[in-house]
């Protein structure tokens, strides 16, 4: 067929029917390439514009709903990123079945039960569509130049903008339609296509500029290269090396709110990011030839090779999965313990010849380290690890195809292994298959297997995080009295610690006289506990209960002038009225309160009768002696005072356990005792543990914990992600000095 008439005359190549048909399959992979590779800013700059939005709402309801989904998206954007890749994969792969068959429809077409109430899908639709001609008026040149090598290919004389299949409303659509499944309120469902601008799109100019590039490679109306790529793609180019190499993240606060180092000073990040170059999906590398408008071949040699060794790579280990997908699952109780990632072994040994390329050699040596360890854990009962190692195979064709499984603590096939370690080591043999917990676990595992799409993991991380989150609200219910009781004791004791706080800052001068050092460490400290104990409710008595003491601090101290003097005669009946109320409070009415106050009148007695008149000099002189004096005695208190203990690594490890990990006792009887963590007071000072039965087992101190971390009569199960674990043990070894990975 030869080009349409409205074009310049060019060379057509000879085409067979399944060349063509397999190059518009291609297309799919190159446009799709691109877009997905947008996601993840467009997420962020959905985010972005979402909490603007909720800042801006005149109205409180609809801020806290805009601001809600906000956080939603940001704290699950590796879902929402899954889901949108795929809906655009099945939508676009719809579209170009629609143009190369008649009897297929497009999708405005279609009859579709709507998102939206009727009038707000009107609405929508109304949105989207000036929206999309907007997008598409602005490619108009490399969109008809689209066109007419689409027309080519599918052996039309023309294709108009609305059938095909890469048109802005097709992405708009999906984008909308992702939303709306995404979100579980139906009021955020319009949020999202009332918020849509050119700049909260997919940006369409690189994928055209890719689609285009990528069929004049194969000589597809080459000759109208100039009106196909007449300008330089927009403001969101995926060309550029900048945008293309993933940033190193910036620090990020931990659950124990400990701050973790930046990638960029990571080692293991590091030799990761040497192992597995930045992915450039249409931009390799190295340099490459111009074209003739000066812009990069996008569409090269290298990349199809690199592709096709992918697929080819790709479609060998579903063959494998599809073979072990037959195995059955083991049964608790009669599982074969498992120490080795065979499978995974048994693919590096078996595969052919020139399947892997480097980096997926990589990637398998680390999945094989990843599982080894796992396997290897001594907190992980055989049945456990025989249900888990099951999962090296779909683990592998995910880390394969995402390296993002290595650089990313949340992407979902990684989050997944380390959420089925940790319920997996939480399970006691003695439960059964019947436990909910192994039940979770059998659940995830079998949807796994049986699913091959990329987005199973993030359902499945969905689903153990439901389960998680349902155990901590009936222990929570369960534990409540318990919880407030230690909210109790936490607050005596940080009063305690105040009040102690509040009379050292006081005696460590060495000012105060021995006697009222005394009375304010052993009296006055009860006096300011129960003074802090009802400061929320009673601030103004806590302010009373100090400066009382502040008042008696001073009449203690030598009065040199004659103005101090006759000042301290004054205050004296107030001072000691309120030391009564005070010690009445608290109930000290023994002997020792009177020897106490007739201590204070001698001492008081004395400053009053010093010398009425005392020279500069002699007064010059007093100062100095007290000053010397107060000098002593605050060297001699520092002396005495025993040195801090030494935080070491169980007090580390102490403060950075969160809510839901699993920790191992060992009772008296010799017995092992599995208990979680189930809640942590607001200092950190208790540590509320129940059993799987969600009974309260005991409370410990953070003190208490840390001896017992200390002395081995207690261990924290899996205390670090497996995964990364897993890589600091076969990277950080090598990256002082770029070592490769080891066979």
């Known amino acids: 067929m030869s080009a349409p008439a409205n074009l310049p005359q060019v060379t057509v190549p000879a085409l067979s029917e399944a060349q063509r048909a397999e190059l518009l399959t291609e297309l799919i992979d190159v446009g799709l390439t691109v877009a997905n590779a947008q996601i993840d800013s467009l997420t962020a700059r959905l985010v972005d514009a979402l909490q603007r939005a909720a800042s801006q709402a005149g109205d409180l ?20 990123h899954y889901l949108l890749t795929e809906r655009l994969r099945t939508a676009v792969a719809h579209e170009m079945r629609a143009t190369r068959h008649p009897e297929f429809v497009h999708s405005e077409l279609q009859e579709t039960p709507p998102a939206l109430p009727p009038e707000l899908e009107v609405d929508k639709k109304i949105c989207l569509i000036k929206l999309a001609r907007a997008l598409e008026s602005e490619q108009a040149d490399r969109l008809n130049a689209l066109n007419a090598r689409l027309a080519f290919l599918t052996g039309r004389e023309t294709i108009e903008t609305a059938h095909n299949p890469f048109r802005p409303l097709v992405f708009l659509s999906v984008l909308h339609d992702a939303w709306c499944e995404f979100q579980p309120e139906a009021a955020t469902h ?37 009106a196909a790529i007449l300008t330089r793609p927009g403001p969101a180019p995926v060309a550029d090396e900048a945008a293309a190499a993933p940033p190193p993240p910036a620090a990020k606060t931990t659950a124990a709110g400990t701050q973790e180092r930046p990638v960029a000073d990571d080692p293991v990040q590091q030799q990761l990011r040497r192992l597995f170059p930045a992915s450039r999906p249409v931009l390799s590398q190295s340099p490459r030839p111009a074209a003739a408008n000066g812009f990069p071949t996008l569409f090269d040699e290298d990349f199809l090779q690199e592709k096709a060794d992918r697929n080819g790579m790709l479609d060998y280990l579903e063959q494998v999965q599809e073979k072990s997908a037959l195995q059955l699952m083991p049964v608790a109780g009669q599982a074969v313990p498992v120490e080795e990632p065979a499978q995974l072994a048994q693919i590096k040994r078996e595969a052919p010849s020139g399947t892997w390329t480097q980096t997926d050699g990589h990637a398998l040596d680390l999945v094989i380290r990843i599982f080894s360890v796992l396997l290897r854990d001594r907190d992980i009962a055989p049945d456990m690890k025989t249900l888990i190692g099951g999962l090296q195979l779909p683990v592998l064709h995910a880390a394969i195809a995402d390296k993002d499984f290595f650089f990313k603590e949340d992407h979902p096939a990684r989050r997944t292994v ?46 153990i995080e439901t389960f998680l989150a349902k155990e901590e609200r009936e222990t929570t219910a369960v534990l409540s009295a318990p919880i407030a009781q230690a909210l109790k004791q936490e607050k005596h004791l940080q009063a305690v610690k105040a009040a102690k706080h509040e009379v050292a800052l006081r005696i460590g001068t060495g000012e105060v006289v021995a006697f009222v050092e005394t009375f304010l460490e052993d009296k006055w400290v009860t006096v300011l506990t129960i003074a802090y104990g009802v400061k929320e409710e009673k601030p103004r008595i806590l302010d009373s209960a100090i400066k009382t003491m502040d008042e008696l601090v001073w009449s203690v101290k030598p009065k040199i002038t004659r103005e101090e003097r006759n000042e301290l005669v004054g205050k004296l009946p107030g001072i000691i009225a309120k030391l009564n109320k005070w010690l009445d409070a608290i109930k000290w009415n023994d002997a020792e309160r009177v020897k106490f106050f007739d201590e204070l009148a001698r001492c008081h007695a004395s400053i009053v009768r010093a010398p009425v008149e005392l020279s500069p000099e002699r007064q010059l002189q007093l100062a100095l002696k007290i000053a010397k004096k107060a000098a002593e005695r605050r060297q001699q208190r520092e002396a005495s005072r025993p040195p801090e203990p030494a935080s070491d690594q169980f007090d580390e490890q102490v403060r950075n356990l969160a809510c839901g990990a699993w920790v191992e006792f060992r009772q008296k009887s010799g017995i092992s005792l599995k208990v979680r963590l189930a809640w942590i007071s607001p200092m950190r000072s208790y540590y509320l543990f129940a059993t799987r039965a969600r009974q309260e087992a005991f409370s410990l101190s953070d003190e208490e914990l840390t001896q017992a971390l200390r002395e081995k009569r207690a261990h924290v199960l899996l205390p670090a992600g497996v995964v990364g674990r897993a890589l600091t043990e076969a990277l950080a070894p090598r990256a002082a000095n770029n070592g490769a990975l080891a066979a």
């Open 190 to 226: 319009p949020m999202l296509y009332r918020l849509l601008q050119p700049s909260l799109c997919i940006e369409m100019a690189p994928i055209y500029y890719a689609l285009n590039t990528a069929l004049i490679k194969r000589g597809v109306l080459a000759g109208i290269e100039e």
């Open 61 to 80: 309801k609809e801020a806290e709903l805009r601001a809600k989904a906000a956080t939603l998206l940001r704290q699950n954007r590796y879902p929402f």
């Open 418 to 463: 380390e959420l089925l370690s940790r319920l997996a080591a939480a399970w006691d043999r003695r439960s059964g298959a019947d436990d909910p917990l192994y039940q979770t676990i059998l659940r995830n595992v079998k949807r796994i297997q049986s699913d091959r799409r990329p987005a199973v993991f993030a359902q499945a991380v969905a689903d």
